[in-house]
């Protein structure tokens, strides 16, 4: 199958000095994966530990210990390509990936070279701002080693090294080169994300390298076959992936419209100074010296592992998105607002049973995402329940509050917390629907504006600034459909 399947839409194109340029963009994403124990040792994959507290004999290479999979990471694994609707491979090998690094003690990495645990899937990415989803080619998934960490900041003279990381299992997730935008790459790291955190096979954290980017970053005039790549390697957050595709696109650009040529080699991005900077001259497969691990058997999954796995898998975004548009009438939307992240989505659900599901997608996005956005909360530390945020909906359904009312009731739930319909009760919130009351407020406004009475008779639009002012003087808690009513029989408007 051709690598090159899909052209940039012209508005993608970057304006050169000269031409139009086209970018190429292929990902590597390497997230952890979730589990207790390393990938081939006992030792703990906790965070935040001292340094070498989670370093186990073989993770430091000590003569004569043996490497000894680790099936949850392995299961693990397959559950990511059934998710990337990807082909799981029964039978997959380790191989050893021969490199020098203080922060690698074995002095190679186990890694999967020919034979990936998974084969080819696809991922189906919403863009902003675009009409129709991309859909993105996945190469192949495999199972790999993490290395330790260098630190090179805590002495003048010296490096140390911390290897709680070392021997951590990655899936790398290669995909074909099918981006052609910054845009695009970094809304497919998010859905990527956001499948990896409904599986539960990586959280996703990037702030603590869980989830990594190295990014391949060609140009091309339209039409011409694909330029040189080069690689960005490790960039650590979604924000820095655009700003880093940006950057290198240009200078690539700059280097060949003045006649230069682009070396293949694997590059930093400096979010500081804003430009990526050459690492090292890009290795290939025969620079690592690939071999078939002799202390490791090939990989044979039993029979019946995968349709075990596959039968227990969660709902997944997309599946999800779907039935939240023709269960709930919800927009295409809001369906994506609410699916991308697990916990808003069973949030929404919850919010949702038995109620309008139109209703409760509103308050949910609206009024809770907006709030929460506002003080720099996430769903987890929402204080807000579903309960709550059901108890308010269904008070305006109710007619005992007002829309605004609700609002006000919504932001003390969310300060002070409490029960809404005590709320409501013990500060004296309830909605006015005592017609004889609203009357009086009506005949008062009316008689204190006799030009705007007479501007409505041959404006009725201007309705709308009497119920305003009805509202007004009674608090918000006038019920908006009586005052509405009432002014229509006072001033005569059909």
Known sequence: MSLDIRSAHPKQWIKGARDDWEIIIGMEIHAQVNSNAKLFSGASTAFGNDPNANVSLVDAAMPG?????????????????????????????????NYFYPDLPQGYQISQFAHPIVGEGEVIVDVPGEAEPIMVRIERLHLEQDAGKSIHDQDPLNSFVDLNRAG????????????????????????????????????????KGNLRADVNVSV????????????????????????????????QIGILEDGGRIDQETRLYDPGKRETRSMRSKEEAHDYRYFPDPDLLPLVLPEGFVEELAQH?????????????????????????????????????????????????????????????????????????????????????????SGKIAKDLFEIVFTEGGDPATIVEQRGMKQVT???????VVDEIIA???????????????????VGQVMKASGGKANPGAVNDLLKQKLGIE
């Open 434 to 440: 005592d017609t004889g009351a609203i009357e009086k």
């Open 65 to 97: 210990m043996l490497p000894v999979i680790n099936r949850e990471c392995v299961a693990q694994a397959v559950r990511t390509g059934l998710g990337l609707k990807a082909e799981i491979h029964t039978t997959s090998r380790f191989d050893r990936k």
């Open 168 to 207: 951590v299992a990655l899936m790398e997730i290669v995909s074909k080169p099918d981006l052609r935008s910054a845009e695009e790459a970094q809304a497919y790291v998010t859905k990527l994300r956001t499948i990896l955190r409904y599986l539960g096979t990586c959280d996703g954290d990037m702030e």
């Open 220 to 251: 091309r005039k339209p039409g011409e076959p694909f330029g040189t790549r080069c690689e960005i390697k490790n960039v650590n957050s979604i924000r820095f992936i655009g700003q880093a595709i940006e950057v290198e696109a240009r200078r």
């Open 448 to 466: 204190a504006n006799p030009d705007k009475v007479q501007q409505a008779k041959e404006k009725p639009t201007l309705l709308g600034w009497f």
């Open 313 to 401: 898998l969660p709902e997944l975004p997309d599946a999800k998105k779907a039935r939240f548009i023709s269960q709930y009438g919800l927009s295409a939307y809001d369906a994506s607002v609410l699916v991308a992240e697990r916990e808003s989505a069973d949030y929404f659900e919850a919010v949702a049973k038995g109620r309008d599901g139109k209703i409760a997608a509103n308050w949910v996005i609206n009024e809770l995402f907006g709030r929460l956005n506002k003080d720099g909360k996430s769903i987890e530390t929402n204080p807000v329940s579903a309960s709550q945020l059901g108890g308010i909906i269904d008070l305006i359904g109710a007619g005992t509050i």
